[in-house]
């Protein structure tokens, strides 16, 4: 099975498109693992009662992850070409787990082959983020398709017998078998 992946083009895009939301759940799970791997070990993201004793309901997002958010928001809608300039984002009401954050934008401004999207993040609380993000798209339109699963593309090789032909000079100490062969009889 064959994936297209289309992107945006900067014709494509106009003033005033609204993007498609995003509802993204807010678990236990997702604060945690995201503050981890954004290497953020600040309490407040893990541990309930610490962030209880700094006066926080509970663990909260990170900044990390609420950008990576919505840098995934922006290239989920405009496709793989797409390529961020900037993210300018502020941070409002806490994501807290067992909510849902809706991720929402528009096209506020094009010039030279940038894009500048207005982003809103909003839970129950009220905006969790807001901001702009400038993205450069392509004129032309460049579609990508995936390889069938364990098929392969078009020119692609297995390197098979150059990674022979590699191991064998390699074992011969950088020498054909021919001359490696003749240095071993002397």
Do not use: C
């Not at 300018?88 to 999207?117: F, H, Q, W």
């Not at 129950?124 to 995936?146: C, F, M, R």
């Not at 590699?166 to 074992?171: F, G, I, L, M, V």
């Amino acid at each position: 099975m064959s994936t297209t992946m289309k992107s945006l083009r900067y014709g494509d895009v106009e003033v005033g498109d609204e993007i498609p939301m995003l509802e993204i759940p807010l678990t236990r799970t997702l604060i945690v693992a995201t503050a981890i791997a954004s290497r953020d070990y600040q309490d407040v993201h893990h541990d309930p009662a610490l962030a209880n004793e700094k006066g926080s309901k509970d663990i909260f997002m990170n900044i990390l992850t609420t950008n990576g958010l919505v840098g995934r928001y922006i290239t989920d809608w405009a496709g793989p070409n797409a390529v961020l300039k900037s993210v300018k984002i502020r941070l409002g009401a806490p994501n807290y787990a067992g909510d849902t954050m809706r991720l929402t934008g528009s096209v506020v401004a094009k010039a030279d082959g940038v894009v500048e999207v207005a982003v809103r993040g909003a839970n129950s609380l009220g905006d969790h983020v807001t901001g702009t993000v400038a993205l450069a798209l392509p004129e032309a339109q460049i579609v990508w398709k995936a390889a069938p699963a364990g098929g392969k593309t078009a020119g692609s090789g297995s390197g098979k017998s150059s990674t022979k032909k590699k191991r064998k000079k390699a074992k011969a100490g950088g020498k054909s078998r021919k001359t490696s062969k003749k240095g071993a009889k002397k």
